[in-house]
């Protein structure tokens, strides 16, 4: 019996990874945040051996918007922190001009075209 795939998102603060792992968890998949914005080990993620790397990141001022504590040079440093898993991510989404909804599709449309992958011996 085939396990699900183990989805692990990261991102800066206040991007909706939390939003995002809850959505997932909820339709049945198995999914975690890893807090790598914080951490000063790049591959803090890659513990977790996961099928799909999820990396979000929003413009600024929408981060500031969000949670008016996260400045320009803290992301700038979260972003710098990220960027390991960022060039190892299977899927990068800029959720700027995106609603929950439209950032949950595009991590179902990965995860489909992944098992296709995985199926077809790709």
């Known amino acids: ?10 991102g800066i603060c206040a991007v909706g990874k ?13 999914a975690v945040e890893v807090a ?18 999820v990396h979000l990141d929003a ?3 929408i981060v500031a918007a969000r949670r008016s504590y996260l400045h320009s040079e803290r992301l700038r440093i979260e972003r710098q922190l990220l960027s390991y ?6 899927l990068t ?3 700027s001009d995106m609603e929950e909804p439209e950032v ?5 449309e990965s995860l489909t075209n992944e098992t296709a992958d995985l199926d ?3």
């Open 93 to 95: 989404i800029d959720v």
């Open 18 to 30: 939390s939003t995002l792992v809850q959505q997932l968890r909820h339709r049945g998949y198995a």
């Open 85 to 90: 898993a960022k060039s190892k991510a299977d």
């Open 36 to 53: 790598q914005e914080h951490s000063e080990i790049p591959y803090l993620w890659a513990r977790h051996s996961p099928d799909l790397l």
């Open 1 to 10: 019996m085939r396990r699900a795939p183990l989805i692990v998102v990261v």
């Open 120 to 122: 077809s011996g790709s």
């Open 59 to 61: 413009r600024d001022e």
């Open 104 to 108: 949950l599709c595009r991590v179902l």
